[in-house]
């Protein structure tokens, strides 16, 4: 599983992206509603950052700032760490754990194409599907 490429663990679908110009509140609360720990801040195309849990507690919550005026600009991390899709997943889990963080967006070509988190080395699911996946491609040959 470490040595696949990173695209074939990336999510690609259901990212969840925002303009810098969000509210902390608007945001938190589309993050609740699709259990995700992670927004990718988009702005005229292009990543200029990201907003985790992490940001939310320790740049809004701990500090006092209120949600409904606090716009993600004010608070995200700004040009995060990227990977390309065809890194292998061990080295993005190496540098999430070096770095300090869980979540790793996927940039081909400049374009964002995915988004990595840790949590994808824990999913059981992941592990059926590409099982599943290579059983079907032995029965293909």
Do not use: C, W
């Amino acid at each position: 599983m470490y040595d696949n490429p990173i695209r074939s663990v990336m999510h690609r679908r259901g990212l969840i992206k925002a303009a810098p110009d969000a509210t902390v509140r608007q945001v938190a609360k589309l993050m609740a509603r699709r259990n995700a720990g992670a927004v990718l801040v988009i702005d005229r195309d292009r990543l200029v950052g990201i907003f985790t849990e992490r940001d939310a507690v320790f740049r809004v919550m701990a500090p006092g700032l209120d949600a409904a005026a606090t716009t993600l600009r004010e608070v995200m991390t700004r040009s995060p760490h990227t990977i390309g899709p065809d890194q292998p997943f061990g080295f993005a889990l190496a540098l999430m754990h070096e770095k300090g963080f869980r979540h790793l967006p996927v940039l081909e070509k400049g374009k964002l194409v995915g988004l990595v988190s840790a949590r994808s080395a824990m999913d059981p699911e992941l592990e059926d599907f590409r099982a599943e996946a290579h059983r079907r491609e032995r029965f293909q040959r």
